[in-house]
């Protein structure tokens, strides 16, 4: 009934039941699974943090290997920083081209504070016990998981491409549809050099479509496309207090406390609702339209859901549904640092304070119109502004000091349009594998969206597919095998459907 109930807006007659070409896929798979998992893991074994440029070349060398063996041709972009794989399939019979785009980079983190097996030793787990995938020939539960470093993030999505691809080109399918698949380095470390090197190489992935694959589905755990997503950036900021620390007892009273100074400024930037109390923090946001506001009310509502799981009592915004702000522009505190604390505490007063904070913007925002906000309301908080440690002079002249630094001019805000006919046509494939489908105006991360809808002009569509809870960015990070088998579905349908 809520496929029928979405459909309604769409004006596009939806399939009945998973088409011939994905229940045949369903069918390799099933007989299958340990190999697509077995190569899973392999290339989750592979270290693939963004700084180590030999480790990315590693798992740029193998996956460019495991894309030819599908029948691709594999170009490497060179970059400033880490390659772009760009993997091209043509097929006789194409009515258009789709463009994919995954990333093979990872998170940092660090091996010491994983509790289930370790960033770049996968292991399989069901429910507590750890799961040796040759003990039986028992079809794998769906509830399966496998934990290890970029699993979920992005991994886990290149490996169910590439099963689709194996279950299609097995069972002799009809394609009707040449691919590219855009795989990026850099996407953990912003993906600095990206949108450049795809405008330099604009005809190796123009396409009819693009399908960025990235982020965890909807709560709800329903299938999840997404037309938009956050940009994003920050600024650390730093007050300045005496010029060393100094004896708590002898000077406290006396110096001025930057670690007070800073909460106090920071907590400036928020009133007691959780609104950004920075002057003209909104201005310049586009609403929602009609259709991306139905598009939200047809969503299951997961708040309850989400304060259970978090421990929390209570929202921010208890009066708004987290889908609604994922539409707003947020302002967090992501760091702060000043003094000691625990087994190293001293009786001091530091001679600094520092504080990073993140922004992330929506429709009619940027990040240099947010940034300069910021700055202004530091401005107004009776700060004087310097650009390195203030010298001498400036110590004794201003009682106020604090430097601020633009720390994350990551990615820029992407946004698609739900009515195009050809992103109608990738949610109706998907939405056609068993009539649900949640459709999402922006997803509250960042992505390089903005890189294949405003720099390539290409209708867009985000599509998320690994389990909401995958601990991505953070330790244990996990995939749930049973959205791993349907991710297969949801790309073979993608690469079958009829114009």
Do not use: C
Not at 182 to 198: H, R
Not at 205 to 217: F, G, K, M, T, W
Request: proline residues 6%; glycine residues 8%; aromatic residues 6%.
């Amino acid at each position: 009934m809520r496929g029928l109930l979405m459909a309604g807006f769409t004006s596009v007659v939806l399939a009945a039941a998973p088409s011939p070409s994905v229940m045949r896929v369903r069918e390799w798979r099933a007989a299958h699974e340990r190999q697509i998992v077995a190569e899973l893991m392999q290339l989750v074994s592979l270290p693939n943090i963004a700084s180590n440029k030999a480790d990315i070349i590693k798992n740029a060398d193998v996956l460019t290997g495991m894309f030819e063996k599908r029948g691709f041709t594999v170009a490497r972009v060179q970059t400033p920083g880490s390659p772009v794989l760009v993997a091209r399939r043509d097929s006789a019979d194409a009515t258009g081209t789709l463009t994919f785009y995954m990333h093979y980079d990872g998170q940092p983190t660090e091996a010491k504070d994983w509790t289930i097996g370790q960033p770049f030793a996968p292991v399989a787990m069901l429910g507590q016990a750890r799961f040796d995938l040759a003990s039986t020939s028992a079809a794998l539960s769906p509830d399966l998981r496998i934990y290890g470093r970029a699993v979920a993030d992005d991994k886990g999505p290149i490996v169910a491409f590439l099963a689709a691809m194996d279950g299609l080109l097995e069972t002799r399918a009809a394609l009707p549809w040449s691919l590219r698949v855009v795989l990026d380095g850099e996407e953990e470390a912003g993906s600095p050099n990206f949108t450049a090197a795809m405008t330099a190489n604009a005809p190796a992935v123009r396409a009819d479509l693009a399908v960025i694959v990235d982020s965890p589905r909807h709560p709800s755990g329903l299938p999840t496309v997404f037309y938009g997503s956050r940009g994003v950036t920050g600024a650390e900021i730093t007050i300045y207090g005496a010029t060393g620390d100094l004896h708590s007892g002898n000077y406290g009273n006396f110096v001025p406390d930057p670690a007070m100074a800073l909460t106090k400024l920071i907590a400036s930037m928020k009133d007691d609702a959780g609104n950004v109390a920075i002057k003209g923090f909104y201005d310049g946001v586009v609403p929602l339209t009609a259709t991306e506001r139905r598009a939200i009310d047809e969503i299951p509502n997961v708040d309850q859901k989400l304060l259970e799981q978090f421990g929390l009592a209570r929202a921010e915004h208890p009066d708004s549904r987290i889908e609604l702000q994922h539409n707003r522009p947020t302002l967090t505190v992501a760091g702060l640092q000043s003094g000691t604390v625990g087994a190293n505490a001293r009786n001091a007063v530091s001679g600094s304070a520092t504080g990073r904070v993140e922004m992330r913007l929506v429709n009619g925002l940027n990040e240099k119109t947010q940034f300069d906000r910021l700055v202004a309301h530091i401005r107004d908080q009776g700060y004087f502004i310097v650009n390195g440690p203030p010298d001498a002079a400036t110590r004794r002249a201003q009682p106020k000091i604090a430097r601020v630094t633009q720390t994350e001019k990551g990615f820029p805000i992407g946004k698609g349009k739900m009515e195009d006919p050809r992103t109608v046509m990738a949610a109706n494939a998907i939405r056609a594998l068993d009539q649900r489908l949640v459709q999402m105006p922006t997803i509250g991360g960042s992505l390089p969206f903005s890189t294949f809808n405003e720099a390539l002009k290409l209708p867009t569509i985000g599509l998320a597919v690994v389990n909401f809870d995958n601990n991505q960015h953070a330790i244990n990070e996990n995939l749930r095998v049973g959205h791993l088998w349907e991710a297969i579905d949801i790309f073979a349908a993608l690469v079958t459907m009829s114009r």
